[in-house]
């Protein structure tokens, strides 16, 4: 339980940063004074697209900054398609993310479940989900917006060699490996 909550702003430049103080009371009944950083960038969604009939799942690649501040020598990461909510409903989110990033125009898509990404410093949560996609599905080349700074390149793969990427280092996202595991699980695709 918590209470007396003071917030202080620290920045709004990309999203908000605040020094949150609160008295937290302990398990043992005693209260404590806390002092904690939470950067809120708003929650988004992600989705692995996959074909059953080819075994084959579409990824994107692209650059992360702060994945790059902190040894990635390129900075470049093999992630899902995803986004930010901003407005939207998460399954609106979604499949507008997928059209943007990767050009496909997907009509059904599953959630499957949402979590905390990193609850020790950031709010959001993501929602996760799987759609089946098909080639006629491709409707433009994909990449992002421009407006956005987006530069992603659409990668398709096969399912296995997506999931082995995980165990080889190639695919450090944890959305990711969530979905791809999600998949191996739940025998989405052969393999």
Not at 29 to 50: F, K, S, V
Not at 130 to 142: F, L, N, P, R, S
Not at 159 to 172: D, H, P, Q, R, V
């Amino acid at each position: 339980m918590i209470k007396n909550v003071e917030k202080e702003l620290l920045s709004e430049n990309w999203y908000t940063l605040h020094k949150v103080s609160y008295d937290y009371q302990k398990q043992d009944g005693t209260w404590e004074r806390q002092t904690r950083e939470a950067y809120d960038r708003g929650n988004g969604a992600t989705i692995l697209l996959y074909n059953r009939a080819t075994s084959k799942v579409i990824l994107t690649r692209q650059f992360r900054l702060p994945t790059y501040l902190n040894g990635n020598e390129n900075g470049m990461l093999i992630e899902t398609c995803a986004g930010l909510l901003d407005k939207d409903k998460p399954e609106d989110c979604i499949v507008k993310e997928t059209r943007e990033e990767t050009g496909y125009q997907v009509d059904k898509v599953e959630k499957i479940y949402e979590a905390y990404m990193s609850p020790g410093a950031v709010t959001e949560i993501v929602y996760f989900y799987v759609g089946a996609y098909t080639k006629d599905m491709k409707v433009d080349e994909g990449g992002g917006l421009e407006e956005e700074q987006e530069d992603i390149e659409v990668l398709e793969l096969d399912f296995l060699t997506a999931y082995n990427m995980i165990s080889e280092g190639k695919i450090k996202d944890g959305k990711t490996i969530m979905l791809l595991q999600y998949a191996k699980l739940h025998g989405l695709l052969a393999g």
